[in-house]
């Protein structure tokens, strides 16, 4: 198993940044690609980002390139999104995921282990 904790959501204003976190613990030798997930209200999951766990190309959505940045510290077992000009339409919860797969990363379901979620809102 491999447990993921979320942190680092809140309250901005748009043009705002945050980072958000997620400490991953347990059998993190599984792990083939962490991802980024975000459910907007009333709407489906839907991918924003994945990485490699063991380095190479990251990956994202269009409507956060350029935005938003996937890294991680495979010593502390962290990653991170750092999210630059927020828009009110980034207003979601957060998931970050894992897989033990290394491809189909943008597809919800290929993931096998989610964390709690963190909610973030962006104001116009």
């Known amino acids: 198993q491999v447990h993921l904790v979320e942190s680092g959501g809140g309250l901005v204003q748009a043009g705002d940044s945050l980072r958000l976190s997620c400490a991953a613990s347990g059998r993190t030798f599984i792990i083939g690609t962490m991802g980024w997930f975000r459910q907007p209200p009333g709407k489906e999951r839907e991918f924003v980002a994945a990485m490699p766990w063991s380095g190479g190309g990251t990956y994202y959505a269009d409507s956060v390139k350029g935005r938003f940045t996937f890294s991680r510290d495979n010593i502390k077992n962290m990653v991170y999104l750092q999210m630059n000009s927020l828009k009110p339409e980034d207003t979601a919860v957060y998931y970050c995921?894992?897989?033990?797969?290394?491809?189909?990363?943008?597809?919800?379901?290929?993931?096998?282990?989610w964390g709690q979620g963190t909610q973030v809102t962006v104001s116009s």
């Open positions: 995921a894992a897989t033990k797969y290394r491809t189909g990363w943008s597809t919800p379901n290929r993931y096998d282990y």
